[in-house]
């Protein structure tokens, strides 16, 4: 199987679209230890738009939502993506966007978030 990762663009302003809904996500912990989380979103057969967010900012466990640097929210509608093709995607997007060598920290965030 071939990923081809494409069309390289730069997202929204956070003024423009302040909140996310993120369905399709995984969170990556980066070698110096800031956390960012990575999204595929506008998905349809074959394509779809990996984002990588700034630098998390906070979480709120309970309301399942991240703030980044930027100040965007991001409200995660479910678990981090399972499916193992979207996971390539996500990963090997998140390496072209700037964080090859970055550590999936997706279930352990997940299991903060489903405690209470």
């Given amino acids: ?17 302040p909140q996310v809904e993120a369905l399709s996500w995984r969170m990556l912990k980066s070698p110096n230890g800031e956390l960012h989380l990575v999204t595929l979103r506008d998905r349809d057969m ?37 499916e193992a093709l979207e996971q390539q995607v996500l990963c090997a997007g998140a390496a072209r966007l700037g964080l090859p060598e970055a550590t999936d920290v997706s279930a352990w965030v997940w299991s903060q978030m489903t405690a209470h």
């Fill in 1 to 17: 199987m071939i990923i081809l990762l494409a069309n390289g663009r730069d997202a929204p302003s956070p003024q423009d679209q």
């Fill in 46 to 82: 074959d394509r779809g738009v990996v984002r990588l967010t700034s630098a998390i900012t906070s979480i709120d466990n309970s309301a399942r939502v991240v703030t980044t640097s930027s100040g965007r929210q991001y409200s995660l509608q479910g678990p981090p993506e399972g």
